[in-house]
């Protein structure tokens, strides 16, 4: 937990700060880009601002053209396509950060500029020319009968992800940042999220909609719950790795306080028409501009 200190004691505090050990093995970069001091000591503890999910989705009409990232990243076919989009806010309400550190010692440790050392964090994006960390979130549509019962799950095609701070959340923030910087092959990053902070990917950027057109998997007119799952369970294969186990057994990116939180979600129903300025609550919150090519550093001061 992150104290207030005398500014005598800063420098000692700070150091010790900087090389406590969170138990992954992972320590911050020698020179962060930070506004405060990286909290190692405790557990984080991830969760998603339904709320915010609520008030922001929004399905319309809208071009997609061939040079954006996510349509190349998921091999959408060029042009006009209807989208549910939705910006996702996962505060960290834990008393220790979600540390993450430079993407690049972890997809060429000994620095030799080959991945084949990678630990399996990341995957390199080649469109963004950068790195994507895996298994953050999952994003899902589920279809909800007239009984209430949910269907089968429609999976977002959303690649990866950089998490870094954005926003603060309500009063648990002591207006600090630490990181904010994604990194790039030979640019230092320092990724992570502070107690008190929240990464947020506004529903204008890259890869923040379900393509309700896919050929593959329509999404026909009808009632819907729009889930978010931060830090989601999963099973991993055959060298994956599995840098956190929970008590059933499951894998996570990271360990965690309470991991029965990491859902947020909410009812939504796709009409049959959008109209020009779209149907949804999130039509007029001022993020639906066209969406931008590329997501590194989002926060602006």
């Known amino acids: 937990m992150r104290k207030v200190v005398l500014l005598g004691m800063l420098v000692v505090v700070g150091v010790a700060a900087c090389t ?22 405790g557990t984080p503890d991830l969760i998603v601002d339904s709320d915010k999910l609520a008030t922001s989705w929004i399905i319309h009409d809208e071009l997609l053209p061939a040079s954006f990232c996510s349509v190349q990243e998921a091999n959408i076919t060029p ?15 834990g008393d220790a950060d979600i540390f993450i550190g430079d993407p690049n010692t972890h997809m060429d440790p000994n620095g030799d500029g080959n991945f084949k050392d990678s630990d399996g964090l990341f995957e390199f994006a080649t469109c963004h020319n950068h790195f994507h960390f895996r298994n953050y979130a999952k994003y899902e549509l589920l279809p909800v009968a007239a009984d209430g019962s949910l269907g089968a799950p429609i999976q977002a095609k959303k690649r ?9 959340f309500h009063e648990t923030s002591n207006g600090s940042w630490v990181y904010r910087s994604c990194g790039r092959i030979g640019i230092p990053g320092n990724q992570g999220i502070s107690t008190g902070w929240a990464d947020t990917y ?5 890869g923040q909609y379900f393509l309700m057109d896919d050929p593959v998997a329509p999404v026909t007119p009808g ?11 999963f099973v991993a294969s055959n060298k994956e790795p599995c840098p956190a186990l929970d008590t059933n057994g499951f894998c996570h990116m990271f360990k965690e306080s309470d991991y029965s939180n990491n859902v947020g979600q909410v009812y939504i129903t796709v009409p049959d028409r959008v109209g020009k300025t779209g149907w949804g609550p999130g039509g007029n919150d001022g993020n639906l501009t066209s969406e931008a090519s590329d997501d ?6």
């Open 160 to 168: 990866g992800f950089c998490m870094i701070d954005v926003t603060p």
């Open 223 to 233: 009632n819907y719950l729009l889930r978010i799952t931060v830090n989601p369970p």
């Open 20 to 41: 406590a050990n969170d138990g992954t093995g992972l320590r911050p970069p020698d020179a962060p880009r930070l506004s405060g001091t990286p909290d190692l000591v």
């Open 296 to 301: 590194e550093d989002r926060p602006t001061k």
């Open 79 to 93: 042009g006009e396509h209807r989208t549910l989009r939705f910006t996702v806010t996962t505060p960290n309400i």
């Open 202 to 206: 506004v529903k204008s950027l890259g």
